[in-house]
């Protein structure tokens, strides 16, 4: 079972193939991004670094994280929680308004008993063991579990990977919601430039779907579409490469099946998305992020999101939240997008969602569908929102129950880990809705 989030380790990764244009330390320059991640973690381990905290401000001259691979494992236990200081990044504004409360009514979920794929064990052993950063279970508006591990704190905004689409989605229903959009529409007819690439004839919808017909390899694989991603955000990348997601976009030119066929994770979609939002709306993506959703919600924190060298929002995998902003984007979603009073993400638009109407078949993870941007679960009429490296939400609007996860997974056996996870959450909800 294969997890589709945009960084899957290859057999050619393990290997150490990478352009030998690398401009890094000459000891890394035949390695791939996960082998100079491991290189470096273990030069500085062996320095004394502390692998939670490898800036420590007592300790300097400590060897530098690196310009490339920094937000890979093992360094992601670190950085996932300090993106500000390793990519440019734009504000994500929570507004001048007061947060909204999320009131709360602890209980001992912790202590329920969970069967893994390697046996039984606690939803607190769990949390332990299995690379959590933070935990956090709501049910019926209230927040009933929290946890904070690894330095995390609630005030400390958090990587989220390939889990911010599902925001990019849910704004795209937002903007389609206030007339400023039709999903059923071609992308070129908003990008004309699109209509010589491989994009020519595909649609909003194909593409929030992921069934538009192009063939793009989302791993960080040597030369992959998804390692060209990757180094929109490094401060180095190789002589020639895109320094812009747009310049990634323009250069996937070929179409291999009629869109709408087949479902076929690729983040390039997500971003040609994202591009239309700013198009029609005039606004960039942490304005619309900030505008539509985290002002309106009562974010407690601002958020923010990782940028490119042309200033746009990596609408991919860039967006970072604090725990309980998550959320209340999950709560949000449980509540059919209405808060206070307030219609913030259409109601049909979710139903239409949870339902898979336009879902692609055996997409998404889990075996099930997937639709604008979100891996929709029919068994459980839930949502999930996934991102590389244990990021997670879960929304399940009949049972009011959203949880909400932030880990740091080590690139072997994420399938195993996301399981896992997954497991734990189901359990709470069975014990919570008494089935």
Request: glycine share 10%; with cysteine.
């Amino acid at each position: 079972m294969s997890v589709h989030l945009g960084h899957q380790t290859t057999d050619e990764e393990q290997d150490g193939r990478i352009p030998a244009s690398l401009d890094h330390a000459p000891q890394y320059e035949s390695s791939s991004q996960f082998q100079v991640a491991a290189r470096t973690f273990q030069d500085a381990i062996e320095a004394g670094v502390d692998p939670a905290n490898p800036r420590d401000p007592r300790k300097t001259g400590s060897p530098l994280i690196p310009k490339v691979a920094w937000k890979l494992s093992p360094w992601s236990q670190w950085s996932f929680q300090h993106i500000r200081e390793m990519a440019a990044t734009a504000p994500i504004w929570r507004g001048p308004g007061p947060s909204r409360a999320l009131p709360q009514s602890r209980q001992p979920l912790g202590d329920i008993l969970v069967d893994f794929r390697d046996g039984k064990r606690t939803v607190n052993d769990h949390v332990e063991r299995n690379y959590t950063d933070g935990f956090l279970v709501l049910h019926r508006g209230r927040i009933v579990f929290e946890r904070y591990l690894n330095n995390l704190a609630p005030q400390t905004q958090h990587l989220l990977m390939s889990a911010t689409k599902s925001f990019i989605g849910t704004l795209a229903g937002i903007l389609a919601g206030k007339g400023l959009l039709d999903v059923r529409r071609l992308v070129s007819d908003f990008l004309p430039e699109l209509g010589v690439t491989g994009y020519r004839g595909a649609t909003v919808q194909q593409c929030l779907d992921m069934t538009t017909g192009l063939d793009a390899d989302d791993s960080s694989s040597p030369g992959a579409i998804g390692e060209k991603m990757d180094y929109c955000w490094y401060r180095e990348r190789p002589l020639g490469w895109p320094q812009t997601y747009w310049e990634v976009v323009l250069s996937m030119r070929e179409q291999v099946r009629p869109h709408g066929a087949k479902y076929h994770y690729k983040s390039t979609d997500t971003a040609v998305v994202g591009f239309v939002l700013q198009q029609v709306s005039g606004l960039s993506i942490a304005d619309l992020l900030s505008q539509e959703i985290w002002a309106p919600m009562g974010a407690e924190e601002d958020a923010y999101i990782a940028v490119d060298d042309s200033g746009f929002g990596v609408a991919t995998a860039g967006m970072c939240v604090t725990l309980r902003d998550f959320g209340r984007f999950a709560q949000l979603m449980t509540q059919g997008g209405t808060w206070g009073g307030r219609q913030i993400i259409p109601q049909k638009w979710i139903e239409e969602t949870l339902d898979g109407s336009s879902a692609s078949l055996d997409g998404g993870h889990w075996g099930r569908s997937y639709a604008n941007f979100w891996h929709v679960d029919p068994e459980h009429c839930a949502l999930w929102a996934l991102g590389h490296g244990g990021q997670m939400a879960y929304v399940e609007p009949d049972a009011e129950f959203a949880a909400v996860k932030l880990s740091y997974f080590p690139e072997h056996d994420t399938d195993q880990r996301f399981d896992d996870d997954r497991a734990a959450i189901l359990a709470i909800r069975a014990a919570l809705s008494g089935n």
